[in-house]
């Protein structure tokens, strides 16, 4: 990966090679840390960051589910955020906060370790690659099912859980695909291992539910207000396994991969991005790049101090 300059720390910034843990820190050894994926975009009017306060909030959400308290505010996060933007010198980036429970007592209880904070920033080019970015990626059904709630909190970005995530990914890559697509514990389409999911039949836009295990995405929800206000018809329900493979059109959404099209699943080929994935994906990167006026107040524009 392309590094950067500087990481936040617990309210310092630090070079990138001395943001270090100690190694009996609480979440290496349970999990117990929650995160965001946020991008910055280079916009007309300088870089700005894609719902951050939107992320931000999820991120105090997540941490909340698992009984921790943001140790700096959302302001202070955000303003960290801005800063350390403009002296690592990006113009776009991926955003990382990490919210973890640090060194202390060994153990399950956590509730008396400190929980600490980080942000790292680093450019971060297409998730799923380029070309399936242009011309859609492959998948297959992970024999994993997507965590359920009555084990974990499919609702928390926490980073133990994503130790599902690990083992589709690993499952679909090994087997030669380029992602895993997980079902529910009730055996319904749920995401893929860092997206959510978008089925499109006959002109319509299916997805699943929050009460189906997912992530409640960011830019889920950004383009289903997209396809909305194209005039699209946006259904949330339970889709059936075979649904996908049956389908017009499928899409993946997520702050790594954006809008990604699916073009096979199982070896069953839905074919290249179609209309509706196109006029989406379109619309979606005029909002994510400040192109589209409707969509100004999703953009946290980072102030860049002028070299005048
Ligand atoms: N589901 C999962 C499991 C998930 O991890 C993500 C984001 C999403 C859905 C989409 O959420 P949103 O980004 O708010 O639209 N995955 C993040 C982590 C990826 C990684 O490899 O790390 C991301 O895209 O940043």
Redesign the pocket.
Known sequence: MTTADLIWLNGEFVAWEDAKVHVLTHAMHYGTGV?????AYETERGPAIF?HQ??LR?LEDSAKLYYMDLPFSRDVLREATHELIVRNGFKSC?I?PLVYRGHGPMGLNPLDNPVEAAIAVWEWGA?LGEEGKLNGVRARFSSYR?ISPDSLI?HS?ASG??L??VLA?IEATKAGYDEGILLDDKGHVC??????VFVIKDGVIYTPPQSAS?????????VIQIARDLGHEVVERDIARAELALSDEVFL?????ELTPLREIDDIEIGPPGPVTREVQGAFDDALHGRNPRYADWLDLVPVPSQA
């Open positions: 995160f965001e994926g946020i991008r719902r939107e992320h999820r991926y990382r998730y997507r499919p970005k859980q994503y599902n995530s990914k995401e893929g291992t860092g997206e959510n997912i992530l409640d995405g960011i830019n889920r929800k950004s959404t997520g702050t790594a991969a």
